[in-house]
């Protein structure tokens, strides 16, 4: 470890060091030094300045640091990471494939599990501060602020992992919530991280008891369900068309901030055939909503008919604003001649939209869009609904 590539601040140190049971000799900072001991470990301390730009700072900062690998039995790179992120839970996402047959993962898959991991964040964040059975939209404030402060860290070895920290320390606590069977006031950070790891374990138990619908049961019953429609959604993300890999989510808790003294479990796994069954979870938690016909705003995002007669007809994908839906919802559509005609056109054009009426069936996307009695161009473009 090269001195010159640490970021590491005299204050993170000092409170890792305090959190892993380490005392500080308070005399000491008079002389502007934090100087700290063990019992365990005496008569070793940590010895560094209390002002980064002192002349030594890099050279102590290393120092420490390695003192601390050898009494954890821990490589340095890895405690200098605990320290920098000391005040922030991590969220790991991995990636796993049960028999690894291919170097890669498709890059489609990527970037939907980086889709996925974000709605994981916010739904949980919602969750935190609003439990209910489904959350019309994940923009409230708070979760907003919470993904907002989300830095997406380095990966590591252990292939493909979305490494994602949240810092404690700057959003307000925004009340109390029940986890674990009791009522806790926790920042809004560890409240997420919390309400993130009991859903989805959740989630994965009422699976493998294969008891879904007494979970759905319970959940639209809860007053401050822990699990929403939203999560399930999110989770749906992470599978794999091709059915190969599964999610193993863990959360590695700051230092500075214990988890509850009863969580048995800081992971939990996703495997590959239980996406199928969170589809289902997540169509049964969603509200049922009246088939109607309406209209629809979007974009012709793909041409699937087949040639009949010299002309092409048949299946076209749009992707469509919905008003209670933040993003675009992905819905196949079969079109006659003349219409199929009009989605070729806009489909060629550029910032084209299509107007279309007819009933949006719930389901995995894309959803089925029927009973079309309209469809067409939109003039110009369309305020959002």
């Given at each position: 470890m090269k001195p010159e590539?640490?970021?590491?601040?005299?204050?993170n140190l000092r409170d890792y060091a305090t959190a892993t049971g380490w005392t500080q000799v308070r005399e000491a900072v008079?002389?502007?030094l934090v100087i700290m001991n063990n019992p365990a470990y005496s008569p070793r301390q940590l010895v560094f300045p209390m002002d980064?730009?002192?002349?030594?700072?890099l050279d102590s900062i290393a120092i420490a640091l390695q003192r601390l690998a050898e009494v954890e039995e821990r490589a340095a790179l890895m405690v200098a990471g605990d320290v920098q992120r000391v005040h922030e839970d991590t969220y790991r996402f991995r990636l796993f494939e049960e028999h690894d047959d291919h170097p890669g993962i498709p890059f489609s898959y990527a970037l939907s599990a980086i889709k996925g991991s974000q709605l994981v964040i916010l739904s949980s964040a919602t969750t935190a501060v609003r439990p209910q059975i489904h959350h019309p939209r994940l923009s409230i404030t708070e979760a907003q602020q919470v993904f907002s402060m989300a830095r997406f860290n380095h990966t590591e070895q252990g292939s493909f992992i979305l490494?994602?920290?949240?810092p404690l320390n700057k959003l307000d606590t925004g009340g109390s919530i029940t986890l674990f069977g009791e009522e806790q006031e926790l920042p809004l950070v560890r409240k997420t991280s919390l309400a993130m790891l009991q859903g989805v374990q959740s989630i994965v138990k009422a699976i493998e008891e294969d008891s879904e619908q007494s979970f759905v049961d319970a959940m639209s019953n809860e007053e401050a369900p822990i699990v929403s429609a939203n999560l399930a959604q999110a989770l749906t993300y992470f599978e794999d068309p091709a059915g190969k890999h599964g999610l193993d989510l863990q959360i590695q808790w700051a230092v500075s901030?214990?988890?509850?003294k009863d969580l048995r479990r800081s992971r939990?796994?996703?495997?590959?055939d239980y996406f199928p069954r969170i589809q289902q979870l997540h169509a049964a938690l969603k509200p049922k909503r009246k088939l109607q016909e309406e209209d629809y705003i979007g974009t012709v995002e793909d041409l699937l008919g087949d040639w009949s007669d010299g002309r092409r007809q048949g299946d076209?994908?749009?992707k469509l604003q919905l008003h209670d839906v933040e993003e675009p919802v992905r819905a196949k559509v079969s079109l006659g001649p003349d219409e199929y005609d009009l989605a070729w056109a806009a489909h060629h054009e550029q910032e084209v939209y299509v107007r279309?009426?007819?009933?949006?069936?719930?389901?995995?996307?894309?959803?089925?869009l029927t009973d079309v009695s309209y469809f067409g161009p939109v003039p110009k473009h369309p305020s959002k609904q």
């Open positions: 590539q640490l970021d590491i601040t005299p204050l008079q002389d502007g980064s730009m002192a002349p030594d700072y490494n994602v920290s949240c901030l214990p988890p509850p939990v796994i996703v495997r590959p076209v994908i749009l279309v009426r007819g009933k949006l069936r719930d389901g995995n996307q894309p959803r089925a």
